[in-house]
C-alpha cells in the first residue's frame, strides 16, 4: 500500500502547477482525499479536500479560487491544480487518504 505525491518543482509567482496524487495497493475512490501542506517552521495545514461519494470539495480560505482538486477513478490518482501562485504557498503538500493513508510529500517553491 503506498501513496505518492509528484509534480512539485519551483514556479515563478503567478505561475502554476499540478500535482498528483496517485495509490497503488488500494482504491482512491474508497475514500475521501485530502490535500495539506507544512511550510518552513509552521504545523502542517489542510489545503482541500475531496469527498468519497459524490466529489464535494473544500477548499480553505487560503487557497480557495486558486487551488482545484479533482479525481480520476480511472488513474487512481487525485490532482490538485494550483493557480495564481503566491510565495506563501512555498510548502511541502501532502495528499492523505482519510483517515487510514499519508502519502510522501513533494515540495513546491514559489520564488521568482
Known amino acids: 500500500v503506498q501513496l505518492q505525491a509528484s509534480g512539485g518543482g519551483l514556479v515563478q509567482p503567478g505561475g502554476s502547477v499540478r500535482l498528483s496524487c496517485a495509490a497503488s495497493?488500494?482504491?482512491?475512490?474508497?475514500?475521501?482525499i485530502g490535500w495539506f501542506r507544512q511550510a518552513p517552521g509552521k504545523e502542517r495545514e489542510p489545503v482541500s479536500c475531496?469527498?468519497?461519494?459524490?466529489?464535494?470539495?473544500f477548499y480553505s480560505d487560503s487557497v480557495k479560487g486558486r487551488f482545484t482538486i479533482s479525481r480520476d477513478n480511472a488513474k487512481n490518482t487525485v490532482y490538485l491544480q494550483m493557480n495564481g501562485l503566491k510565495p506563501e504557498d512555498t510548502a511541502v503538500y501532502y495528499c492523505?487518504?482519510?483517515?487510514?493513508?499519508w502519502g510522501r510529500g513533494t515540495l513546491v517553491t514559489v520564488s521568482s
Open positions: 492523505r487518504a482519510l483517515p487510514d493513508y
Open positions: 495497493g488500494f482504491t482512491l475512490d474508497n475514500y475521501a
Open positions: 475531496i469527498s468519497k461519494n459524490d466529489d464535494r470539495t
